[in-house]
């Protein structure tokens, strides 16, 4: 089975601090997504990667910024952690085919303080 | 670009009772098209998808037809059950656009 694992379920952290949100895939998938997911917003795209080293800006990037060593780890940075970005955070990966679906991680949960 | 719009929730309905979740989509090209599930405190899974026009998906008693004549693609299921609760999302995948997007999520609960 595929899975994406994300580091953290739950995650306290106070107004200002860098925080780091870990996403492992083991199937070797090329593209891996980063959401946030709110209340009455549904899934927002934050950023996404369609190789290592290589980053998109998806619709919500502002406050966020992305990595991508290798091919299985996806890491999203709060340079600055707000009370804004209190929120849902959700991994996930898939092939390059139009006809395969996303697998996503479990969700982290953050609350900043 | 790309958009989805689903049918406003919550929904609720009692067990065995008939359910469509509306859904409808503008994209380029040819896209293909997913309904995914998520449970209480879980992620999305996959619940069932299309990848061209025709295209029935099927799953868990689930069904949805891709309908490129009205760029709909309406989740159905004969008779729910109480496990059936939980949030729905649909999706289409664009490769012009080498990203997925999401409707807003319908809340469905089911009552005994």
């Known amino acids: 089975d595929v899975k994406v694992t994300q580091s953290s379920r739950y995650l306290v952290k106070r107004t200002g601090e860098k925080v780091f949100l870990e996403c492992v895939q083991d199937?070797?998938?090329?593209?891996m997504f980063w959401y946030r997911q709110d209340p009455g917003l549904g899934l927002r795209l934050i950023y996404f990667?369609?190789?290592?080293?290589?980053?998109e800006k998806g619709d919500i990037p502002e406050g966020y910024s992305v990595s991508r060593e290798k091919k299985e780890r996806f890491s999203l940075i709060l340079e600055s952690a707000s009370t804004n970005q209190t929120s849902m955070y959700l991994c996930?990966?898939?092939?390059?085919?139009?006809?395969?679906?996303?697998?996503f991680g479990q969700g982290t949960r953050l609350t900043v303080v | 670009g790309d958009s989805v719009t689903q049918m406003e929730g919550p929904v609720t309905l009692s067990e065995e009772a008939f359910l469509t979740i509306n859904c409808t989509y503008t994209?380029?090209?040819?896209?293909?098209l997913f309904w995914y599930v998520q449970y209480p405190g879980e992620g999305l899974q996959l619940l069932l998808k299309?990848?061209?026009?025709?295209d029935k998906g099927s799953n868990k008693g689930f069904e949805a037809t891709y309908r490129k004549e009205t760029t709909s693609f309406h989740l159905e299921k004969g008779s729910v059950q109480v496990s059936d609760s939980a949030v729905y999302f649909c999706?289409?995948?664009?490769?012009?656009?080498?990203?997925?997007?999401f409707g807003d999520g319908t809340t469905l609960t089911v009552k005994p």
């Open positions: 999706a289409l995948f664009n490769t012009n656009a080498g990203k997925s997007t």
């Open positions: 996930a990966s898939s092939t390059q085919s139009q006809n395969t679906e996303a697998f």
């Open positions: 990667s369609y190789d290592v080293k290589m980053k």
């Open positions: 299309a990848t061209k026009a025709d």
């Open positions: 199937m070797d998938h090329e593209n």
């Open positions: 994209a380029t090209g040819y896209p293909s």
